[in-house]
């Protein structure tokens, strides 16, 4: 099956894209493009799929960048090909030819390009890191590279909508203690449960933080099975583990 790539016209002038999970060689509960280093997927098939991804990217195998995704603010200045994976949870390079990656199975891929300096981010922004900043740290690290904010665009990617991410009072409370005002991100649910917005919650974050333009491709996770992984609607099903998507972007 061919692969399926989502991008967004917000990017036009660097090549990116957001990987469905269609394409891929992985089967079972990873059936499809599962890309995930720490899924217990079968390795040869994690890493075909790696390979097609950087075909599809155009660049070989060693230049997809991938970080240890903690759920953190921590940003890494990529310059070159990495062995490691440094644990944070957003990339920077302006680098020609090397390919952020970020995975996902409901938390936000944001990608994000300032074309006219050559600069681009990719980041991984759950509820948590996304709350402690991490979509603002990597404007700031990309400004440190040159980048303009007045001319860095983000697109957030295929992530959970609010109608599929049901949440308790303790999660509300801590947005609550960050800022009041987060309540508009919250809708009723049944007894003391709430349903949370995250792409809105990561969309106010980057338009708060005065770049040029930022959208969410309106897809979600949970309630589209044949394209995208989800790791809320796994444990849903009682499955024992998810495949990951990857969103990728380069100069």
Known sequence: ??????????????????????????????????????????????????????????????????????????????????????????????????VLTILTADCQPVLFSDPNTGVVGAAHAGWRGALDGVLEATIDAMIALGAKRNCIKAVIGPSISQRAYEVGPEFFDQFMDDDPDNARFFAGGQDDRMQFDLPAFGLHRLQTAGIAAAQWTRHCTYHDPDRFYSYRRTTHAGEADYGRMISAIRL
Do not use: Y
């Open 1 to 98: 099956m061919t692969l399926e790539i989502l991008t967004s016209d917000q990017l036009n002038g660097v090549r990116h894209g957001f990987f469905t999970r269609r394409g891929g060689v992985s089967s079972g509960v990873f059936r499809g493009l599962n890309c995930g280093l720490g899924s217990s997927d079968q390795a040869e098939a994690v890493r075909i799929n790696r390979s097609r991804v950087a075909q599809a990217m155009q660049v070989d195998d060693d230049a997809l960048i991938s970080v240890h995704q903690v759920h953190s603010p921590d940003v890494v200045t990529v310059e070159t090909t990495m062995l490691d994976r440094p644990k944070a949870d957003a990339m920077v390079t302006a680098t020609p030819g090397l």
